[in-house]
């Protein structure tokens, strides 16, 4: 999970997409409209006119994505620490995470130290028993050696 700066980044980032879609689309489907009754409706050929209704909704629902967008990014800088937080408990805050950071630490390094002690005591237990073993082997190989010494 990103922190609320990058997330009102990525927001922002999304917003100002946003944005160029919308007025691209307006500027690729709007219809022409003449600026007085005296004047002829424009019109181009290669251009590609939505239908009003189509173009209409297109537009609303465009609209709506970017007003969710903007609640979301409100909502994301009322959510910063400092918003409504004197300087004083800021700082205090930090002071108190800095001790909980430095205590996570330490519990960090002990259990650190007790994987490493129990590795070693690990690799000892194996050795023992890899030494066992071959003691045993190196045993049966003798007492078999001497009973085919005895029955030859």
């Known amino acids: 999970m990103t922190d609320r700066l990058t997330q009102l980044q990525i927001c922002l ?32 050929r290669h251009a590609t006119v939505a239908p009003a209704d189509e173009f209409s909704s297109t537009i609303d629902e465009l609209s709506t994505d970017i007003i969710l967008k903007t609640r979301q990014i409100i909502k994301l800088i009322d959510s910063l620490p400092g918003v409504d937080v ?26 650190v130290k007790k994987k490493e002690k129990l590795l070693q ?8 028993f890899v030494t066992g073993i071959s003691d045993s082997r190196q045993l049966h ?8 010494k005895e029955d030859s």
């Open 86 to 111: 004197s300087e004083e408990e800021q700082l205090r805050k930090i002071d108190i995470l800095q001790k909980e950071l430095v205590k996570v630490e330490d519990q960090k390094i002990d259990a």
């Open 121 to 128: 005591d690990l690799n000892i237990l194996i050795s023992y």
């Open 13 to 44: 980032d999304q917003m100002m997409e946003q944005f160029c879609a919308t007025l691209n689309y307006i500027d690729k489907n709007h219809d022409f409209e003449t600026y007085n009754d005296n004047e002829q409706k424009m019109s181009d």
């Open 141 to 148: 190989n003798e007492q078999t050696t001497l009973i085919k």
